[in-house]
């Protein structure tokens, strides 16, 4: 069992930057996967980054890359998205899941754990 805590959210204007953060539980954090998806009203929820559980793999959705960076500390049981250059589009809830397994992947329905949630308001 893996409990998540997303933090970090916010208004922001367009341009700035935001860093959220995952915190997660257990023993075994380096054995996951872990991803950032995105859900706006009225939308699905969307991929946005993926990283793998040495932290040597990425991946990230077109729309985020070269703004957004995601990267995970192992020791502190961790997983971070700096986002910079914020545009309006960007506004949504943010979420991080873990993956069974260290693999990436950008598919919703692979992650077996959810945190709650933390919005991110971009004003234009």
């Known amino acids: 069992q893996v409990q998540l805590v997303e933090s970090g959210g916010g208004l922001v204007q367009a341009g700035g930057s935001l860093r959220l953060s995952c915190a997660a539980s257990?023993?075994?954090?380096?054995?996951?996967?872990m991803g950032w998806f995105r859900q706006a009203p009225g939308k699905e929820r969307e991929f946005v980054a993926s990283?793998?559980?040495?932290?040597?793999?990425?991946r990230y959705a077109d729309s985020v890359k070269g703004r957004f960076t995601i990267s995970r500390d192992n020791a502190k049981n961790a997983v971070l998205l700096q986002m910079t250059s914020l545009k309006p589009e960007d506004t949504a809830v943010y979420y991080c899941?873990?993956?069974?397994?260290?693999?990436?992947?950008?598919?919703?329905?692979?992650?077996?754990?959810w945190g709650q949630g933390t919005q991110v308001t971009v004003s234009s």
């Open positions: 899941a873990a993956k069974g397994g260290s693999l990436i992947s950008t598919m919703r329905d692979r992650y077996d754990y």
């Open positions: 257990g023993r075994t954090f380096s054995s996951y996967a």
């Open positions: 990283i793998g559980g040495s932290g040597t793999t990425t």
